[in-house]
Structures are given as structure tokens and as C-alpha cells.
């Protein structure tokens, strides 16, 4: 049994009691509906939930994957027909609320829905600029993460991806990814990230946790047969740069040191480490990285997470650091797919250009 279905069957109890109190008090608002039938509707939701993704893990299907995301609108619904609904019944113990004000309220949330689910369809370029001393000619590298390709973000995601990626081909020199080329909701194929092949420009990768959930092995396998570069704990040189993929631990995996990380540092090269996760920046350029590359946030993906990320980590964007008196730097992207539900409210899905650049 996989991570992603012991996380979902874990928590889908919690899911399921949520539903029903949430329907409960949302028919309320209409009258009310029986019990029994709440009890049912539950059960079908739960059943929704939890059904595709045994048949996923063998053999993804488009019927299979179809009910992934209705199920994935439901409960990105939920979430704010809860908000809503706690607003309603909040307002309501002090004030008389029109039941056209109600009824326009509960509309927002398919509106949200709506926009969301066609943002989140939308890939973004961004461009940041770097400066540095170690540079002799202009590098520009597209910095891009958390893919997420699964049963709800399939083989549309990544054929959208080469497209875009060949778009940037004649202006960009190379494509770095940051992790979570797979999310793990479906079993990965040999053939799966086949379109990258025809990216005109060197493509690099290094695992995040999401692509040990359908087998580490598998996300490779399909990498090499796209022409993917894989950087597993490992690195290479592009030009004026010195790229290091250090590869995701979960505790168990085999982890590479600091003294490795310091003896990988060319003092006369621009130094990039590539980390799913936006951690450690400081000690990393304290080694003489002088970028790192991370995703993992999704930037938040949906209000209010977006503030509350921005608000304890380093959530998106790019961050400038004098650390050992050189200038470091850290970009975090909020990645091209998106987390179980395919939905963006506050943030992009994105590809970011990084320019980098001679400091004058």
C-alpha cells in the first residue's frame, strides 16, 4: 500500500464526519435534509474518495481519473462552502441575513471554483534577474517545480509543459526542476513524460518526496526515456555553472554530507543547488552555493494558506541574502501543477526565467 493511500484512508473518517456536518448545516439553510440521506451522500462522497485510487496505483484510466477530480471539486468546494457557512450562521446570531444575501454567498464558492480550476490550467512565465561576480556571458535558466503529474494532472500537464519549455527554448539555455515531477496519485509508465523529449534545450532533475510515492524507480525510468538529466545527489557543470541535485531524504534514505556539499563548490564557477525544499538555505551558502533552487510550497496554492506560508517560510519568490559576505540567493517557485486538488486562487502555476547576469 502506498503513502498516498494510507494518508488518504487516515484521514477520510475526519473527511467524512466534516462532510456530513457541512451538509447538514448547508441544507439547513434550505430547510433541512433527512439524516438517513446525509448518512448516504456521505458514504458516496467517502466511496469517491477512495475507490479510483487502488485502481490508480495499477493502471491509471480516464473513468478512474475522471472521478479523482470530481471528487477533488467537491472537497476544494467544501473547504469554502465551510468558510461561507461559518460566516452565515456567525453573522446570523446577530443580525437577520436576506436570503438572497445567503443564496449569493453559497454562489461565490462554484464562482472561486470556476476561476480556479481555470487558473490553475494556466502556466505563467516569470522573469527574476540574479547578479553575480562569477559570470562570464549571459545564462538564462528555467526554474521550474511540483508538477504533480497524476491522476488528475496527466498527460495534458506535461504535453502543455513541453510546449511552453519549447517556446522558451530559443531565449533560455537550460530548465532545472526542482522536484515532484509525480505526485504519486497514479502509477508512472515508461512512455509518461515521453513529449520532453522534444525540448530543444538540456532538462534537469532532482527528486522531491512526491516522486518516491509510485516508485523512485519508475519516475527515473520514465526521465531517462525523455532524455532527462537526473541529478540524484550528484552534480554537473553547464557552462560558468556548477550544479548540484541533492535529492530529498525521508530520514531512511542515505543523505549526502556537508563536507561532500563544501568539497563540490568551485570558487570560480556560480554554484546552484537544487533542493525540492525551501530549507537550509543559509547553511548551504555558508558551503559557497550561491543559488539555490527549491519548490515544494506551491507558494500555498489557495487563500488564506498564501498568507499564512508568506507569513512563516520562505513561500515563493526570490530572496537575497549577504551570507559569508557574498551575496546568496534563494528561489522558490510555486511550481507549474498542483497539490491533489486542481485548483489556484492567489498564486500561478509558473515557469520563471532566471536571468543571470555579470554584476556591475
Not at 78 to 94: A, K, P, R, V
Request: net charge negative; proline share 3%; hydrophobic share 45%.
Amino acid at each position: 500500500m502506498s503513502f498516498r493511500i494510507r494518508r488518504v484512508l487516515m484521514s477520510t473518517p475526519l473527511i467524512a464526519i466534516f462532510e456530513f456536518f457541512l451538509m447538514k448545516y448547508l441544507f439547513l439553510l434550505f430547510g433541512g435534509l433527512n439524516d438517513l440521506y446525509l448518512l448516504l451522500l456521505t458514504v458516496l462522497f467517502v466511496l469517491l474518495n477512495t475507490v479510483p485510487m487502488f485502481f490508480e496505483e495499477k493502471k491509471s484510466r480516464f473513468i478512474t481519473r475522471a472521478l479523482d477530480e470530481i471528487s477533488g471539486f467537491w472537497i476544494w468546494m467544501s473547504l469554502f462552502f465551510f468558510f461561507d457557512i461559518l460566516f452565515i450562521y456567525i453573522i446570523g446570531t446577530f443580525i437577520e441575513i436576506p436570503f438572497y444575501i445567503i443564496v449569493a454567498l453559497l454562489l461565490l464558492v462554484p464562482i472561486i471554483t470556476i476561476y480556479s480550476y481555470w487558473h490553475a490550467h494556466r502556466i505563467i512565465i516569470h522573469e527574476k534577474t540574479i547578479e553575480l561576480d562569477k559570470i562570464n556571458q549571459d545564462i538564462n535558466i528555467v526554474h521550474l517545480s511540483d508538477v504533480h503529474f497524476g491522476a488528475i494532472r496527466h498527460k495534458k500537464i506535461i504535453l502543455d509543459l513541453r510546449d511552453k519549455l519549447n517556446e522558451l527554448s530559443t531565449t533560455c539555455d537550460l530548465a532545472i526542476i526542482s522536484g515532484d515531477f509525480a505526485d504519486g496519485s497514479c502509477v508512472v509508465e515508461a512512455d509518461d513524460f515521453l513529449p520532453l523529449k522534444d525540448v530543444n534545450i538540456p532538462i534537469v532533475f532532482t527528486a522531491g518526496n512526491h516522486d518516491f510515492y509510485p516508485g523512485i524507480e519508475n519516475v527515473y525510468k520514465a526521465c531517462r526515456k525523455a532524455g532527462i538529466i537526473i541529478l540524484d545527489n550528484e552534480g554537473m557543470e553547464f557552462n560558468d555553472l556548477n550544479i548540484f541535485g541533492l535529492t530529498y531524504s525521508f530520514g531512511e534514505i542515505e543523505t549526502v554530507s556537508l563536507d561532500d556539499l563544501k568539497s563540490f563548490i568551485k570558487e570560480y564557477k556560480v554554484n546552484i543547488i537544487n533542493f525540492h525544499v525551501p530549507q537550509n538555505w543559509e547553511v548551504f551558502s555558508s558551503l559557497g552555493f550561491d543559488i539555490q533552487l527549491s519548490g515544494h510550497t506551491h507558494g500555498g496554492q489557495f487563500y488564506p494558506v498564501v498568507w499564512i506560508g508568506n507569513l512563516i517560510m520562505y513561500n515563493m519568490g526570490l530572496f537575497k541574502k549577504s551570507i559569508g559576505g557574498k551575496d546568496r540567493y534563494l528561489h522558490v517557485t510555486t511550481g507549474v501543477g498542483s497539490m491533489d486538488y486542481p485548483f489556484r486562487w492567489g498564486t500561478d502555476s509558473e515557469l520563471v526565467i532566471l536571468k543571470l547576469r555579470k554584476k556591475n
